[in-house]
């Protein structure tokens, strides 16, 4: 094997025992020592495929952001045999693919949030476009919502719904703050999606 | 002095040594090392007047919530001299006041949602009713926007709604997620509230 495949091959390898272990453990139990032991590399070689452990956390969380994209395809190809939905209609379907994901992977899914760069490095630009490239799927039904809208107050609106709909399954989620039943947090999500729409839509 | 007023001090001084700390350098900064150090005490004596650093954390979130309180008191104020306002409205100052006291005490603010229980132990009830207490702003708008809500329906509904605005605020401040401008954001969070206020009271 080429150099340059066992390095791919490795790289391949560290993402998948990462987000094994963040499954597990969360990202808070997540070692260089324990990936090496896990595929069987030195500590060092991680560094000779990654610059740092940020770089790796960050490819493993731009699969997690895939694997979010694959669940929202999958959930409306159901929907592609009905007649075509309305905008609310679609918002309010994907906040619950949303909350769905985060409960069927939920370290995965807090690892997205909870990972911050060390001090003084920023996120990648490559990052930055994989999580743009997600606020598109919220863009295309405000498109019809809001026709008036320009492409900025458009995307700025969507990372405002995508916040607002994120805040509501976080918190719901979360241990500290007494979670919410999941039957209820389905049933207060989409309520609150249903009455943005409205709300939105009534100009 | 007695014991019991030393005591009452010495406890005073290590909530307010904390509030510093935490303002300046976050939660994660938080060391009982360095409270001792500030306030003159041995580490040893921390834990004669709180059971763990858990207690002492607990307490500076307990004096972050009132002084959120005595903030939005302060802002409603001046709503006084006004004519009543309406319910979409008074949503719109709370998330409003919520925002600018995120923005005023972000560190504080932030260590509410960060800190963690150690694993096993549970947030104590006084605690909770702390919490559930802001809640009630919350509600009494809804009361009058969906008087049909019982009174299970509507704390669930406060909840979800602070939880969407939380969501927003957040995400809007957070430096990972490339943070949107203060002007934005609050022109973003009131667009949004009042879409939620007027897609509620449609009903």
Redesign the interface.
């Known amino acids: 094997m080429q150099l340059a495949e066992r390095r791919k091959k490795l790289r391949e390898e560290l993402i998948r025992a990462a987000e094994r272990r963040i499954e597990s453990h969360g990202l808070s139990g997540l070692r260089a020592r324990d990936l090496a032991g896990e595929v069987g590399c030195a500590v060092g070689a991680i560094y000779n495929v990654f610059p740092d452990l940020d770089a790796l956390i960050l490819a493993v969380n731009a699969r997690t952001l895939k694997a979010f994209e694959a669940f929202v395809a999958q959930e409306n190809a159901n929907e592609l045999a009905r007649p075509p939905l309305s905008a609310v209609v679609r918002l309010v379907a994907l906040a619950s693919s949303y909350l769905e994901f985060a409960v069927a992977h939920h370290r995965r899914w807090a690892a997205l949030f909870q ?3 060390t001090e003084g490095r920023l ?1 990648p630009d490559w990052y ?1 476009a994989e ?1 743009e490239r997600l606020f598109r799927h919220v863009e295309t039904p405000l498109r019809d919502l809001r026709p008036e809208l320009d492409d900025r107050e458009r995307t ?2 969507a ?10 399954v ?3 989620l979360d241990e ?3 979670p ?1 039943p999941l039957p ?1 947090l389905r049933q ?2 989409a ?2 999606v ?7 839509s ?1 100009h």
Chains 1, 2 share one sequence.
């Open positions: 990972h911050r760069m996120v930055l999580q700025m609106l990372r405002t719904l995508f916040a607002a709909v994120h805040g509501v976080s918190i719901g500290k703050l007494a919410m209820a207060q999500l309520e609150i249903d009455a943005i729409g409205a709300g939105l009534r």
